[in-house]
């Protein structure tokens, strides 16, 4: 195995796997130094791919409950329950079959995994502490490129034990249903383990700081799904602080206390404590302070094209910051990744706009949005317009019994553009994919009510949105 090449790759993420496929494929001798046993990362080995998998199940135990509805015979709704071992089963083969489909794309494309810890020596160099304790060292003609990736992080004053108070990292490989959970955060990772452990039986409370649910979204959608999860029998103390969490040998005593003057301290008792409260930057022990190069409270800083303000030495995915938000994204990641192998390459690249991400959380109703939300049209000072159109009034949305939610689409009145879209519902991460392509081509509500959309199907609502937005829906 060679030592010298073009690209050196710290991390086998989204971002580092995207970014090591593409340089190969434009003719560049690449490495990966990644420590994990298997490649994927975060997102598909702890993250997004397991916790969706998790929620399929859910969804098939949703059907399976409802046997009589929907003219099952031989299944007993009212005694069909979870097996977890068969779950993670399922769920933990999945998994080796991605990432063994990356190693596989690894040997095509002549990439290198050095099984390992990295650290930047200068120079272009990286020294890699392999499993058995010897070292290797690496060196890189054109370029570094760091992809560590983020980690959970908790609040201050709460120690995750990993037992009774846990992460994400440990929701996912639970031996047993909880009897009951409360989950601090209500961002995408908190709504979607209420979401499959509601559906697996456990009582599940919600716990957020801020004054609503997913508080990034648009004000609208946090109002549905908060709707939505209390039908569920999902509790929810919004505007709420935990100030305490002690675990003990049963379960975890938890105090909080609402944001209203006065608010009286509440206290009580799970089995767990699920902190969800956001994730921070790896990069503790690669060396790169050292380096000189630029960091914000742990974050790596670059600009629009990934550069760090060390020549050779660039980063991609959840480890950076460009000075605002960024989104820590599995695809925002990979696009990431793939614009600097292009530049590496030397090929014209440019800019990811931001702006056009899908954000995309998967509880139930599932959440899909694009763009700006009315609020933020607003402030910007848009003269905005809106248009909704509720899924109960389709047809299609009928046939699955998935009628809860909404399409809303948030434009300006003076062009008639498209500034955001927000669906709550049925098939939303698949639907907002439409909306990605309205904001790139910067498409006005009048060529969207003149798109046929099919019928019938869950994207009629896209459309019918368009049509209320000029005051004029069909089917409401």
Request: aromatic share 4%.
């Amino acid at each position: 195995m060679a030592n010298g090449y073009d690209v050196v790759v710290i991390g086998a993420g989204t971002g580092g796997y995207v970014a090591a496929i593409r340089a190969a494929q434009l003719g560049l001798k690449v490495a990966v130094v990644e420590r994990q046993k298997a490649l994927g990362g975060t997102c598909l080995i702890w993250g997004c791919i397991p916790t969706k998998a998790l929620l399929e199940h859910a969804h098939a135990l949703k059907v399976a409950q409802g046997a009589a509805e929907w003219g099952l015979t031989g299944v007993d709704g009212k005694a069909v329950g979870i097996s977890m071992p068969a779950v993670h089963a399922r769920k933990d083969k999945m998994i080796t079959g991605l990432t063994g489909g990356i190693e596989m794309l690894f040997k095509k494309n002549k990439i290198d995994w050095i099984k390992g810890t990295a650290r930047l020596t200068g120079g272009l160099g990286v020294e890699v502490t392999l499993h058995d304790g010897a070292k290797q060292h690496l060196t890189a003609t054109k370029e570094i490129v760091v992809a560590t990736g983020s980690a959970a992080r908790s609040v201050p004053g709460i120690e995750v034990d990993r037992k009774r108070i846990i992460f994400s990292d440990e929701a996912i490989h639970l031996a047993e249903v909880p009897k009951s959970i409360a989950i601090m955060g209500s961002g995408a990772v908190g709504v979607e383990f209420a979401s499959i452990f509601r559906s697996y039986g456990s009582e599940v409370t919600i716990i957020e700081l801020l004054p609503r649910l997913v508080p990034g979204e648009d004000e609208a959608v946090s109002t549905e799904l908060e709707k939505t999860f209390k039908r569920r029998g999902i509790k929810v103390h919004t505007g709420t602080k935990v100030t305490s969490a002690k675990a003990g040998a049963k379960g975890v005593d938890v105090e909080m206390v609402g944001s209203a003057p006065g608010a009286a301290p509440q206290k009580a008792a799970f089995d767990l404590l699920l902190v969800a409260t956001g994730r921070g930057p790896v990069t503790d022990g690669l060396g790169i302070e050292e380096l000189g190069v630029k960091m914000d409270r742990g974050y790596i800083v670059v600009d629009p094209l990934f550069h760090t303000n060390v020549p050779g030495i660039s980063a991609v995915g959840d480890v950076i910051t460009m000075g605002g938000p960024h989104y820590q994204l599995a695809h925002v990641a990979s696009m990431e990744g793939i614009v600097l192998a292009e530049r590496i390459a030397g090929q014209h690249v440019t800019p990811i706009n931001y702006d056009h991400v899908p954000r995309c959380t998967y509880c139930e109703p599932e959440i899909g949005s694009v763009g700006l939300t009315e609020a933020q049209a607003k402030a910007q000072g848009y003269d905005v317009r809106t248009g909704s159109f509720p899924f109960k009034a389709l047809a299609r949305a009928r046939m699955a019994g998935e009628t809860e939610g909404f399409v809303k689409i948030v434009a300006e009145k003076k062009y008639d553009e498209v500034l955001g879209v927000h669906i709550i519902g049925p098939r939303a991460t698949e639907l907002v994919a439409e909306a990605v392509m309205m904001l790139r081509m910067e498409c006005t509500v009048e060529e969207l009510v003149k798109t046929i959309h099919a019928h019938p199907t869950m994207s009629e609502a896209v459309g019918e949105a368009a049509h209320a937005a000029h005051g004029a829906a069909i089917h409401i």
